[in-house]
């Protein structure tokens, strides 16, 4: 509230070595040192209002791509990702599940996923190259609502954990360390789409 204050942009400094990327998607860019900055392509975003400030609205063909593959390099045994969604339901355009991010290996070597089934469902699984570790909510999230979802891996603890709205809704046993993935990640959409054609909008 002071007219005189200087205003000063440190969000480099807010955000630590602890974390890998923070993107606000009032634009694509990551806030942390890292500059594990994305880019949107497809049709169908728009800038709409959100939850702090400005948020991106996916639908359709759209996404953020190119989120560089060594985004999660460093990530090895301990991994906390969270996110706000307003999610609008099953798109009956685009069936099969929304993606929230889409951070696989191709041929399932690593990465992971973290997605909402068309039941509301939401799932996220790591990839360990020989198979999968899933979990997912027992029950559905509501749609055109703002909803805070946070998954929690822990191997050194062997926690697998899934929260929403803050409150943890199942947890299962953590068998495997996290194993990056060699490519690029995508928010919003499968990583594939552009490729494919099988395009999961967030909606």
Avoid: M
């Amino acid at each position: 509230g002071n007219p005189d204050a200087t205003s000063v942009d440190l969000h480099k400094k807010v955000w630590d070595d602890n974390f890998c990327a923070v993107w606000h998607l009032e634009n694509t860019r990551d806030s942390t040192s890292n500059e594990n900055h994305g880019s949107i392509t497809g049709s169908s975003t728009n800038w709409v209002s959100g939850q702090f400030g400005q948020a991106l609205e996916i639908i359709n063909k759209g996404l953020i791509q190119n989120i560089p593959s060594s985004f999660d390099n460093s990530i090895s045994s301990e991994l906390t990702i969270d996110c706000w969604v307003n999610w609008y339901g099953d798109d009956p355009n685009w069936p099969y599940g929304a993606y929230i991010f889409d951070g696989r290996d191709s041929g399932y070597n690593g990465g992971f996923k973290f997605y909402i089934l068309d039941n509301g469902i939401v799932r996220f699984f790591t990839i360990y190259q020989t198979g999968l570790q899933i979990i997912q909510s027992n029950s559905p999230i509501s749609n055109n609502i703002w909803t805070h979802i946070a998954i929690l891996f822990d191997y050194p603890s062997q926690n697998l954990r899934l929260f929403i709205n803050g409150v943890e809704e199942n947890s299962i046993t953590a068998t495997h360390n996290y194993y990056d993935s060699a490519l690029s990640a995508a928010i919003g959409n499968n990583r594939w789409g552009p490729i494919d054609g099988q395009y999961r909008p967030l909606n």
